[in-house]
């Protein structure tokens, strides 16, 4: 059975051990790096169910994540905090928008696991964080 690529991001991100630092300037949903960060690996996520030849690359994962979680407790995000915005059911559906309407640009076709493999291998092809994530078979 494959790893749940973004339950892995969540997991990292939520119990990470955050401390407190210094307050940021701005909520987790208005951060634009974490949200690039999430949206790209939903995409990696939806990717790797959709075509059978993906899978994650789960030492890369882990540590894309861990420097997702050095970068928040450098922004002054504490536990709590994280682990609120991680399961607020909102936000889930607003990365995963994000997410879809990415893929809808780059050619995604729900449901057609042709254009989920294309897209994947565009994604590892062009050096995007999402493909950074990704092991496609030939």
């Known amino acids: ?3 749940l690529l973004l339950a892995t991001v969540f ?4 119990t990470s051990g955050f401390s ?12 634009a790096h974490i949200t690039e960060k999430l949206v790209a690996a939903q995409v990696g ?11 994650a690359r789960m030492f890369v994962v882990l540590g894309e994540m861990m420097s997702l979680r050095t970068y928040a ?3 002054g995000y504490d536990e709590a ?9 909102a936000e889930k559906k607003r990365i995963r928008q ?11 076709i729900k449901g057609d696991a042709a254009s989920a493999c294309a897209t994947a291998s565009a994604e590892v092809a062009g050096g995007t964080f999402a493909g950074s994530l990704l092991r496609v078979a030939n």
Do not use: W
């Open 1 to 3: 059975m494959k790893p």
């Open 73 to 75: 407790t450098s922004e």
């Open 11 to 14: 997991a990292i991100l939520a």
């Open 45 to 55: 996520d939806i990717l790797r169910k959709a075509c059978p030849k993906a899978s």
């Open 98 to 108: 994000l997410a879809n309407a990415y893929l809808a640009k780059a050619g995604f």
């Open 81 to 89: 905090t994280v682990k609120a915005f991680l399961a607020d059911k």
């Open 20 to 31: 407190a630092v210094t307050a940021h300037a701005q909520t987790l949903r208005e951060d």
